[in-house]
């Protein structure tokens, strides 16, 4: 069983920045692909930004040069630093460990990022 817990959430005025943080545990393999997602009311949940066992990172297009996804193996940590936030950024934001080679995923519960003034 893998359990993700996410920090980091909050309310910020646009312009400003966030640094997310997912922790996790249980029986989680270094191999696995850590992600970060995020559902805004009424919408589909969408990808933010995904980091491979080996630092390859994919981004959504709406995200790319503000948003920087890293991992600490070590600690089993992905974080996600958001800055240049803009309203459209509002969304409760999920971290996701996908397993390449059993193609099973894991969810957080989430942390809600508000970017409002």
């Known amino acids: 069983q893998v359990r993700l817990v996410e920090s980091g959430g909050g309310l910020v005025q646009p312009g400003g920045s966030l640094r997310l943080s997912c922790v996790a545990s249980g029986n989680i393999a270094k191999r696995y692909t850590l992600g970060w997602y995020r559902q805004a009311p009424g919408e589909q949940r969408e990808l933010v930004a995904t980091i491979t066992q080996r630092g390859s990172t994919n981004y959504a297009e709406a995200v790319k040069g503000r948003f920087a996804i890293s991992r600490d193996n070590a600690m089993n940590t992905v974080y996600l630093q958001m800055n240049s936030l803009k309203p459209e950024d509002t969304a409760a934001y999920f971290c996701?460990?996908?397993?390449?080679?059993?193609?099973?995923?894991?969810w957080g519960q989430g942390t809600q990022v508000t970017v409002s003034s």
């Open positions: 996701n460990a996908n397993d390449p080679v059993y193609l099973v995923g894991y």
